[in-house]
């Protein structure tokens, strides 16, 4: 099992987040293959997912992404097999731009670059810390609240 500040994972996947889709890029520990999944924005389908990658690597997964908070941060927390490691994301454009001069953006390259970045620099980041079950319902409640008052000043 490979090793990542100091905790052992048995996978590491890189997730582009989206509004409607998120695009995820695999890589089981030990393995250079990486494989590319892509899922909706939906509580069932973010369960599904969640529950076929316990099932396939049982032990912790180290997964690098562009949020420290929001819907898909909060769903993913709530399992205790994940680690999330967030990813600055000025940090994952330029890194794009190294390889992709024409600043073209791609969701499953960007998905790959976030898990290249946590593999080959795993110093740079620091894990999520997991917040007690009052602070999450906190965190949900401000940001249901931040999403009612976008929408009733878009009415008026």
């Known amino acids: 099992m490979n090793t990542l500040l100091g905790g052992?994972?048995?996978?590491?996947?890189?997730?582009?987040?989206?509004?409607?889709?998120?695009?995820?890029?695999?890589?089981?520990?030990?393995?250079?293959?990486?494989?590319?999944?892509?899922i909706a924005h939906q509580p069932q389908a973010i369960e599904q997912w969640a529950q076929s990658m316990f099932e396939r690597f049982g032990g912790p997964v180290a997964i690098a992404l562009e949020l420290s908070k929001g819907p898909l941060v909060y769903a993913l927390q709530k399992y205790d097999f994940f680690v999330l490691f967030p990813v600055n994301a000025v940090m994952l454009a330029k890194y794009r731009q190294a390889f992709v001069p024409s600043q073209a953006k791609d969701d499953p390259m960007d998905a790959e670059l976030a898990l290249d970045l946590l593999?080959?620099?795993?110093e740079r980041f620091k894990p999520l810390?997991?917040?007690?079950?009052?602070?999450?319902?906190?965190?949900?409640?401000?940001?249901?609240?931040?999403?009612?008052?976008?929408?009733?000043?878009?009415?008026?």
């Open 8 to 38: 052992p994972f048995s996978a590491f996947a890189g997730v582009d987040w989206a509004d409607k889709k998120h695009d995820i890029c695999l890589q089981s520990d030990g393995e250079e293959v990486r494989e590319f999944d892509r």
């Open 119 to 122: 593999t080959r620099h795993p």
């Open 129 to 156: 810390q997991q917040q007690n079950a009052n602070m999450h319902r906190l965190a949900y409640s401000i940001e249901q609240r931040r999403l009612i008052v976008r929408d009733r000043v878009q009415f008026y």
